[in-house]
């Protein structure tokens, strides 16, 4: 089952009783975003490789999303993404990023923006799907981002949060776009039920799980508007929800899958007689987004150098310890 029908099929939010036997506060979870979720007019299905190659430019080339923050505009006033996370954390491992700890192995976005596509809210969810009886989780923490403010020098007033990454300036002044927010309710938990001394560790150990989710969004949008990208499958669900509804059973939301082709791998050209630069050996080449003035490219992965060279090639090494 997809992540949004989990959503849209979660329990009750979950009541905290006071010693007085009321309840004291009621934990927001992913029923705050359900009736959004089934209006949502576009929900994405990322593909593993189209979630490994949006995660890599997520948090793998900061200076590129710099770069291109002008061109960045949400597709839609509400979107869903979603994806899988072993490819997540697969990439969150390639480049050493904690990848969290929890047992979700889907998680997704709820992206609600103005007009302009350059502003709005995130949502972050989480589920695995190997317990649907359990429903979906929501993050403690909402996230506001706007495009064209000017990156802030100080923290916020606000009782916002402000992400510093002081050992990857290719993603601070992205960081210094957004602010994230703890809802009410969370705020309330946390205050009652965790000891001062440990809640800076443990909201700090949240707000890493998610921090990484708006630099997904940036990178998607931009992957979304170039040329030579994803390709866009629409479902059809019409006769599979019409047996689920004769059955007696919630039908399934529509939404479309985003898929990167798997293209032949090409040699690019050698450099020219006369060149300064020496050809390299052979190696292959990630896709990833270029910048042409005002326009973006998708280089599917490719082939580069000359074999006459060497050819770059994989190796398993095996560490073995002696008693």
């Known amino acids: 089952m997809r992540l949004f029908d989990l959503v849209a099929q979660s329990p009750a939010a979950l009541a905290i009783a006071s010693t007085g036997g009321q309840p004291d506060f009621i934990l927001p979870n992913a029923t705050r975003i359900a009736d959004a979720l089934k209006q949502c007019p576009l929900r994405y299905v990322l593909s593993p490789a189209a979630t490994d190659a ?44 904690m990848a969290g700890d929890g047992g979700a192995d889907i ?74 927010c703890m809802s009410p309710g969370w705020q309330h ?40 990208g994803p390709v866009l499958k629409p479902s059809d669900l019409d006769r599979l929800n019409r047996r689920r ?33 020496s050809t390299p050996r052979l190696h292959f080449v990630r896709g990833h987004l270029v910048r042409r003035n005002d326009n973006v490219f998708w280089r599917h992965g490719h082939l580069r150098g000359s074999a006459t060279r060497g050819a770059a090639r994989p190796r398993t090494v095996i560490l073995e310890g002696t008693g």
């Open 54 to 97: 949006c995660w890599n430019t997520a948090i793998g080339d900061g200076d590129l999303l710099h770069r291109c923050l002008d061109l960045i505009r949400v597709p839609a006033t509400t979107l869903w993404v979603e994806w899988g996370e072993p490819e997540r954390k697969a990439v969150f491992a390639r480049h050493g990023w």
């Open 107 to 180: 998680s997704g976005l709820l992206i609600r923006s103005d007009e302009s596509g350059r502003r709005g809210t995130i949502h972050s969810i989480w589920a695995d799907r190997r317990r649907p009886e359990q429903g979906a989780d929501v993050s403690p923490f909402d996230i506001h981002f706007d495009l064209d403010e000017a990156p802030a020098g100080h923290p916020p007033t606000d009782g916002s949060i402000l992400v510093r990454m002081p050992d990857r300036p290719d993603l601070s002044p992205l960081f210094a776009q957004a602010r994230f």
């Open 245 to 277: 509804i004769a059955a007696g059973r919630p039908p399934l939301l529509e939404h479309v899958e985003v898929h990167l082709p798997l293209l032949p791998a090409t040699a690019s050209r050698p450099a020219g007689i006369g060149s300064a630069r």
């Open 189 to 228: 938990y946390y205050a009652r039920h965790v000891a001062a001394g440990d809640r800076a560790t443990v909201i700090s150990r949240m707000l890493s799980m998610v921090a990484g989710d708006f630099l997904l969004v940036l990178s998607l949008s931009l992957m979304l508007q170039a040329r030579h």
